[in-house]
């Protein structure tokens, strides 16, 4: 049986940030020489929380569109809130917050969601 697209997502996100030389802060995805980049652009090489998320959706999907919704539903889901907007929102704050806590605060994150999907 296959995983649920929400947790296979989150998965995949989790993998993007888990090493902290792919983790970003201050913008959704940065190519391997630190330059601003769409995280579906295929030199992107470090990824905010939000961007690890809309990268693994589209990895997924396939389609703009569809990645986008993919994403939508799995912030809520990690972050426990019935919009998108929100969710992100306060997924990029924490992601932006104090470096030397904020990557462990989006990995118990993605970590408590894992264990809900």
């Not at 989150?10 to 020489?33: C, F, H, K």
């Not at 090489?45 to 999907?61: E, K, N, T, V, W």
């Amino acid at each position: 049986m296959s995983k649920p697209l929400v947790q296979q997502v989150t998965e995949r996100a989790r993998g993007l940030v888990a090493d902290p030389r792919s983790w970003t802060q201050y913008a959704i995805a940065r190519t391997g020489n630190n330059r601003h980049c769409e995280p579906t652009d295929a030199k992107a090489a470090r990824f905010c929380a939000y961007g690890a998320i809309l990268r693994a959706a589209y990895d997924i999907a396939g389609t703009d569109d569809q990645a986008q919704r993919l994403a939508d539903q799995t912030a809520m889901v990690i972050m426990d809130r019935d919009s998108p907007y929100t969710a992100f929102e306060e997924l990029i704050a924490i992601n932006d917050g104090h470096r030397g806590s904020a990557r462990k605060a989006v990995l118990d994150l993605l970590d408590k969601a894992l264990v809900k999907v």
